[in-house]
């Protein structure tokens, strides 16, 4: 069993906002389309902020966050939704035939009024995935997401939301993509290597996954405990790779030489944002 020590460098910033109730915070904006024109009924949902592990974990089960509040745009585009209090959340906008996008608002502690969000037409991209033999993979994960700034935090503003789905039978999916979208996708299996590209274009992309070598992980706090429910992920493009048993445990798939590394978030803010480096024998 593979033992990674825990490099408890932090990378998730947990806040504390302790607000009485007060009265709503208004939030308004505008949905566009790519050549500007306006969007109505739009549908315009204020999301709470929820943790990594939770993200992840609706994220698989293809849910979102319960809204706190929705609305839909009028014919100008224009949205006005209202916070019940102060505090952290994002605003996400879908439209049909559209790619959604969302606003962090970390956090919201006064009236908003957010830029004009364009949302890129949905072209769609057929993900495929193979094995080394060409035989289609089905219940293989795919995830699109935003490309994460390399140096630091950005300023929060309208970015295409994260989307995931599922290969069938055939080893493939639809999955939403604007045109000129910069993105990541990755795909991956159970028992097979991650892979990743980035800016895809074109409407196809096709993946043949090779098999790794399944390494047991063991996450503890440190007194020794061990960390259930864990949630241990690619590094670079945080998709979810499992959740940790009641014994701290969970085994990936990992290259048959050399070494890699995992990104790990637990709801034990000692835990939260660490990294563990897998050293291969």
């Given at each position: 069993?593979?033992?990674p020590r ?8 947990l ?5 009485s ?18 969007i ?9 902020a ?17 809204a ?5 745009t ?13 505090g952290?959340?994002?605003?996400r ?11 962090r608002?970390?956090?919201?502690l006064?009236?908003a ?5 364009e ?7 057929t ?12 219940g293989a994960?795919?995830r ?6 390399r ?8 970015v ?22 910069p993105?990541?996708?990755t795909?991956t ?5 991650l ?8 409407t196809s ?15 503890g ?8 429910g ?5 590094p ?25 590394r995992?990104?790990?978030?637990a ?8 990294t ?6």
């Open positions: 069993m593979l033992r825990l490099s408890f460098g932090v990378i998730l910033c806040a504390t906002f302790c607000t109730r007060a009265a709503e915070i208004p939030i308004t904006g505008r949905a566009l389309g790519g050549s500007g024109k306006p109505p009924e739009a549908d315009v949902m204020l999301l709470r929820v943790d990594p592990i939770t993200k992840a974990r609706l994220d698989l089960e293809g849910k979102l966050p319960d706190v509040a929705r609305g839909r009028d014919v100008e585009g224009h949205f006005e939704i209202n916070a019940p209090d102060a952290l959340y994002s605003v906008i879908e439209a049909p035939g559209f790619v959604a996008v969302e606003h608002l970390v956090p919201l006064e009236p009024d957010l830029p004009d969000a949302l890129a037409q949905d072209v769609g991209l993900v495929r995935a193979t094995v080394e033999n060409g035989r289609p993979l089905s994960t795919a699109i997401s935003p490309p994460r700034p140096f630091g935090p950005v300023p929060p503003s309208w295409p939301a994260a989307r995931l789905g599922r290969t069938a039978k055939d080893g493939a999916v639809r999955m939403a993509r604007g045109e000129s979208e993105l990541v996708l795909v299996a159970a028992g097979y290597l892979e990743d590209r980035r800016n895809v274009r074109g992309a096709a993946f043949r996954l090779k098999a790794g070598v399944g390494r047991r992980i063991q996450v706090s440190p007194d020794g405990r061990p960390v259930e864990a949630l241990v992920s690619a670079d493009t945080l998709h979810p790779l499992g959740t940790t048993d009641a014994r701290g445990s969970l085994v990936v798939s990992v290259p048959p030489a050399g070494s890699a995992v990104a790990v978030f709801s034990d803010a000692t835990t939260a944002g660490s563990a480096s897998l050293v291969l024998d």
